[in-house]
């Protein structure tokens, strides 16, 4: 299928993160084999909601992150971290190890340590609101600004649509913050 389209493209990818099979999915959910294969390669375009509350509750996703357009996860995935935004369909893979998630009480934000596996030197193209980087220790220059520790920059909406530039040393450690809330897997 040429475009299975965004639901069909986010279920696929919380599937893969989970790394749930059709056939678990479809033994944990009580549907078919057919009713799942057929949501999760976009041919069934509008599954009710109790189906897809059922898909949801087994990838441990909420009907609210599955519809709300401006989805955005990451996650650990051995030394790595992966980026997935729902709108783009190929993942930004980073070598920087995810090493925790901070509980933001109010559930504005989502807060997370990363540190850098190697140097890094590259444009970040990000489709979101806000996001605030702060250097807890190392080497970090956003857009040619080298950060101090425990400095904070905050980049806009504007600001990640045009790129920001990140030039990062190995070991570097950082806190990332992005506002609203986005889905954290560690």
């Known amino acids: 299928m040429k475009n299975p389209g965004e639901l069909a493209i986010k279920l696929q990818k919380a599937r893969k993160v989970k790394g749930i099979t059709y056939q678990q999915l479809a033994s944990t959910t009580e549907l078919s084999i057919a009713t799942i294969e057929s949501i999760f390669q976009g041919k069934q375009k509008n599954p009710t909601l109790t189906t897809l ?12 992150q599955l519809i709300n357009r401006k989805d955005f996860l990451f996650y650990k995935k051995g030394n790595k971290t992966i980026f997935s935004h729902d709108r783009v369909a190929k993942d930004i893979v980073v070598d920087a190890k995810l090493l925790a998630k901070i509980e933001d009480p109010e ?57 920001t530039v990140l030039k990062i040393k190995k070991g570097t450690r950082g806190i990332l913050c992005f506002y609203p809330g986005v889905s954290v897997r560690i």
Request: with cysteine; glycine share 2%; aromatic share 2%.
């Open 53 to 64: 509350q059922r898909i949801c509750d087994v990838l441990e996703l909420s009907i609210d």
């Open 107 to 163: 559930k504005i934000m989502t807060i997370t340590l990363l540190e850098a596996n190697n140097d890094m030197d590259y444009k970040i193209l990000i489709p979101y609101d806000l996001v605030k980087i702060m250097l807890v220790k190392g080497s970090l220059a956003v857009n040619n600004k080298k950060l101090k520790p425990l400095e904070m920059i905050q980049i806009t909406k504007k600001e990640l649509i045009k790129g």
